[in-house]
């Protein structure tokens, strides 16, 4: 069982930046693929980034690419997400996920852990 706790969000103006933060409880941590989706009024869940147990692999959106970067400490139980040079459209609510493996990273459905999601709007 992993819990997940995401912070960092909040309001900023377009072109700024925020970091987000997903504390995981749990002694398997370092075993977990770790994925960031993201979830705007009225659409669909989509997917922003994941990383791979060990760190060694990254996946982005096309969306967010050159923009974001997510990375993890299995250290301290945490994944990170570096948002740079936001935009209005990257106003949503964001969600940290685990799961074990790295096929259909990009699919939500595979994820078996969730957090309660924090709120990023980018005002422009």
């Known amino acids: 069982q992993v819990q997940l706790v995401e912070s960092g969000g909040g309001l900023v103006q377009a072109g700024g930046s925020l970091r987000l933060s997903c504390a995981a409880s749990?002694?398997?941590?370092?075993?977990?693929?770790m994925g960031w989706f993201r979830q705007a009024p009225g659409k669909e869940r989509e997917f922003v980034a994941a990383?791979?147990?060990?760190?060694?692999?990254?996946a982005c959106a096309d969306s967010v690419k050159g923009r974001f970067t997510i990375s993890r400490d299995n250290a301290k139980n945490t994944v990170y997400l570096q948002m740079n040079s936001l935009k209005p459209a990257d106003t949503a609510v964001y969600y940290c996920?685990?799961?074990?493996?790295?096929?259909?990273?990009?699919?939500?459905?595979?994820?078996?852990?969730w957090g309660q999601g924090t709120q990023v709007t980018v005002s422009s």
């Open positions: 749990g002694r398997t941590f370092s075993s977990y693929t």
């Open positions: 990383i791979s147990s060990s760190g060694g692999s990254t």
């Open positions: 996920a685990a799961r074990l493996g790295w096929k259909y990273i990009g699919e939500w459905d595979h994820y078996d852990y």
